[in-house]
Nanobody, 120 residues
Framework: VQLQASGGGRVQAGGSLRLSCAAS????????MGWFRQAPGKELEFVSG??????YYSDSVKGRFTISRDNAKNTVYLQMNSLKPEDTAVYYC????????????????WGQGTLVTVSS
């Protein structure tokens, strides 16, 4: 599967952005989808995921971010509200066959990343 992430940009603290990740292939609905991010000088970290109709969030974004997917459009979204400067990072979408996993190494398919910058 090939993934194309988009929707990043610059926003002030408290603002919102919606990221999109479009996937190729006819079996999109069977994939576990995840969003990860990497801030400058930091390691890649799990942000959110969706698998089998369930959603998962890191503690740092719970209550502010919402993941959703439209299987008819082969697209997964990440709605980010109440953004904080510490949310600044390159955001990546990723896909795997199998259940939910929080580790980046478990995902063989990755999009190219989209930069989110939150200014204070």
């Amino acid at each position: 599967v090939q993934l194309q992430a988009s929707g990043g940009g610059r926003v002030q603290a408290g603002g919102s952005l919606r990221l999109s990740c479009a996937a190729s292939g006819r079996t999109f609905s069977s994939y576990t989808m995840g969003w990860f991010r990497q801030a400058p000088g930091k390691e890649l970290e799990f942000v959110s995921g969706t698998s089998g109709g369930r959603t998962y969030y890191s503690d740092s974004v719970k209550g502010r971010f919402t993941i959703s997917r439209d299987n008819a459009k082969n697209t997964v979204y990440l709605q980010m509200n109440s953004l904080k400067p510490e949310d600044t990072a390159v955001y990546y979408c990723a896909a795997r066959i199998g259940g939910m996993h929080y580790y980046a190494n478990a995902y063989p398919y990755w999009g190219q990343g989209t930069l989110v910058t939150v200014s204070s």
